[in-house]
């Protein structure tokens, strides 16, 4: 069985940094595009930064300058830099990867979510 386990939020105050990282473990034959989504409260969760298997990545207006996507594909990790963090950043963040496992279909699977709060 797949799984996606996030660690790394936490509180700051606004202007501050957090890295969040996601590895992914299991019977894994190839992951494809992984990215990070969040959701803010009373909000619907929405998409932040996504990088493909090849290193391409895009983000959402919100964070451009701000944060930045990064994987490790030997070690099956995803992480998220967090810069120059404002009060509209607080929200649960999600890891979420495209994934095959062996002898299985791609499948989309996501982390359990870890929380990041930024004060004023």
């Known amino acids: 069985q797949v799984q996606l386990v996030e660690s790394g939020g936490g509180s700051v105050q606004s202007g501050g940094s957090l890295r969040l990282s996601c590895v992914a473990s299991?019977?894994?034959?190839?992951?494809?595009?992984m990215g990070w989504y969040r959701q803010p409260p009373g909000k619907q969760r929405e998409l932040v930064a996504i990088?493909?298997?090849?290193?391409?990545?895009s983000y959402v207006d919100s964070v451009k300058g701000r944060f930045t996507i990064s994987r490790n594909n030997p070690k099956s990790t995803v992480s998220l830099q967090l810069n120059s963090l404002k009060p509209e950043d607080t929200a649960v963040y999600y890891c979420?990867?495209?994934?095959?496992?062996?002898?299985?279909?791609?499948?989309?699977?996501w982390g359990q979510g870890t929380q990041v709060t930024v004060s004023s």
């Open positions: 979420n990867g495209k994934i095959i496992p062996i002898g299985a279909q791609m499948s989309e699977y």
């Open positions: 299991g019977r894994i034959q190839t992951i494809g595009d």
């Open positions: 990088i493909t298997a090849g290193h391409t990545t």
